[in-house]
């Protein structure tokens, strides 16, 4: 009988695959820019995308989510990422608004330093993959 525990951890998202798109993310070149597209969770729109990052290893995306969480951006790693559809111009992410809306808050100034990271990856590393 499998045990639970192991069975749960390998469902849940690594700091290894976190930061990295899944394969077939994309049927299209990995040089797509996805700014300006809708960010589409489980459960609705969450708002644009505003930057990337594709450094391999150190990948996401910062969503200004407008007028859905008031002047609020998020970061959300690559991992959380599970489609990118060119044509339709969206990125869609395996989260909920809630969940995304309960990460921890962006800073302007140290979103792109390790200890933000390690809070960002804490937080959704905690979710299982879908």
Same mark, same amino acid.
């Given at each position: ?43 609705? $729109? ?5 930057? /990337? !990052? ?5 990948? *996401?995306?910062?969503?200004?989510? #407008? ?33 995304? $809306? ?5 800073? /302007? !100034? ?5 200890? *933000?990271?390690?809070?960002?990856? #804490? ?8």
């Amino acid at each position: 009988m499998p045990d639970p525990l192991t069975s749960e951890k390998s469902l849940m998202m690594t700091s290894e695959n976190l930061w990295t798109y899944r394969s077939g993310v994309s049927e299209t070149d990995q040089g797509l820019s996805v700014i300006g597209f809708d960010v589409e969770a489980t459960d609705g $729109k969450i708002g644009t995308v505003d930057e /990337e !990052s594709n450094v391999v290893g150190d990948s *996401y995306i910062v969503v200004d989510t #407008g007028f859905w969480i008031f002047g609020k951006k998020v970061v959300l790693p690559a991992g959380t990422v599970t489609q990118i559809d060119p044509q339709a111009r969206k990125v869609h992410v395996a989260r909920t608004k809630e969940e995304i $809306k309960e990460a921890p808050e962006f800073d /302007e !100034s140290t979103y792109r330093e390790p200890g *933000y990271r390690e809070e960002i990856g #804490g937080y959704y590393g905690r979710y299982p993959l879908s």
